[in-house]
T-cell receptor, first 112, second 117 residues
Framework: SQKIEQNSEALNIQEGKTATLTCNYT??????LQWYRQDPGRGPVFLLL?????KEKRKERLKVTFDTTLKQSLFHITASQPADSATYLC???????????FGSGTRLSIRP | NAGVMQNPRHLVRRRGQEARLRCSPM?????VYWYRQLPEEGLKFMVY????????ESGMPKERFSAEFPKEGPSILRIQQVVRGDSAAYFC???????????????FGPGTRLTVL
C-alpha cells in the first residue's frame, strides 16, 4: 500500500543551524511533492512544491530536494530561527491523482 | 481576497447529535477538500468535491458522514449521530483547478474543532 513516512520524533535545533527534515514514500510514483507548515491550532500553509524532474527547489531560507530513486525528499531550513518552530508536513499526489496524501508531520523546535 | 473560511471554529455536541461544518472556499476556487486531524496525527483525507459533484470520497466513513458542495453557498460536512471518536479538528482546503493538474496547491482554512461529549 502507498505510504508516506516522516520522522515522528520532534527535532530540536539550535538557532542558526540548518534543520533537515525527511519524507520517505513507498509504492508511489508521484509527479510532485509538496511541503506545508502547520502551527498549533491552525491549518497547514503551503511552502514549496517540487516536481519529479526537479532535483532541488529553493525559496529564501528553504530548500527542498526530491530523489525519485531513493523515494525521498529532504526539507532544509538554513539559518534557523525560533519563529521556524512548527510542524512540517510533506504531501504527495496519490496514484489516482484525485487527492493529496499527507505525512504525519515532524515537529521542529528551534531553541534560542 | 479572503482566505478559506470555516465555521464554526469550535463545535461541541453530545453523543447522538448532528454536527454540521461549513467551508467557504477562496474566491475563484471550485475544488474543495475535507480532512480530519486527530491530536498528534497527520491530516487524513476524507472527501474531494467540485461544485455539485463528489469526485473522491474514499476517505469518508461509509456511515453517518456526508458532504456536499452546492452550486450556491458553502461546502457542508455533516456528521450524524456523533460519537466520541468523531472528536477531532476538521480542515477544509480549496484549490482553483484540482490536484490532477499537478501543480495546484491547497489553501487551508483554520479548521473546526469538534468536541463530542
Amino acid at each position: 500500500s502507498q505510504k508516506i513516512e516522516q520522522n515522528s520524533e520532534a527535532l530540536n535545533i539550535q538557532e542558526g543551524k540548518t534543520a533537515t527534515l525527511t519524507c520517505n514514500y513507498t509504492n508511489y510514483s508521484p509527479a510532485y511533492l509538496q511541503w506545508y507548515r502547520q502551527d498549533p491550532g491552525r491549518g497547514p500553509v503551503f511552502l514549496l512544491l517540487i516536481r519529479e524532474n526537479e532535483k532541488e527547489k529553493r525559496k529564501e531560507r528553504l530548500k527542498v530536494t526530491f530523489d525519485t530513486t531513493l523515494k525521498q525528499s529532504l526539507f532544509h531550513i538554513t539559518a534557523s530561527q525560533p519563529a521556524d518552530s512548527a510542524t512540517y508536513l510533506c504531501a504527495l499526489e496519490d496514484s489516482s491523482a484525485s487527492k493529496i496524501i499527507f505525512g504525519s508531520g515532524t515537529r521542529l523546535s528551534i531553541r534560542p | 481576497n479572503a482566505g478559506v473560511m470555516q465555521n464554526p471554529r469550535h463545535l461541541v455536541r453530545r453523543r447522538g447529535q448532528e454536527a454540521r461544518l461549513r467551508c467557504s472556499p477562496m474566491k475563484g476556487h471550485s475544488h474543495v477538500y475535507w480532512y480530519r486531524q486527530l491530536p498528534e496525527e497527520g491530516l487524513k483525507f476524507m472527501v474531494y468535491l467540485q461544485k455539485e459533484n463528489i469526485i473522491d470520497e474514499s476517505g469518508m466513513p461509509k456511515e453517518r458522514f456526508s458532504a456536499e458542495f452546492p452550486k450556491e453557498g458553502p461546502s457542508i460536512l455533516r456528521i450524524q449521530q456523533v460519537v466520541r471518536g468523531d472528536s477531532a479538528a476538521y480542515f477544509c482546503a480549496s484549490s482553483p483547478s484540482g490536484t490532477s493538474f499537478g501543480t495546484d496547491t491547497q489553501y487551508f482554512g483554520p479548521g473546526t474543532r469538534l468536541t463530542v461529549l
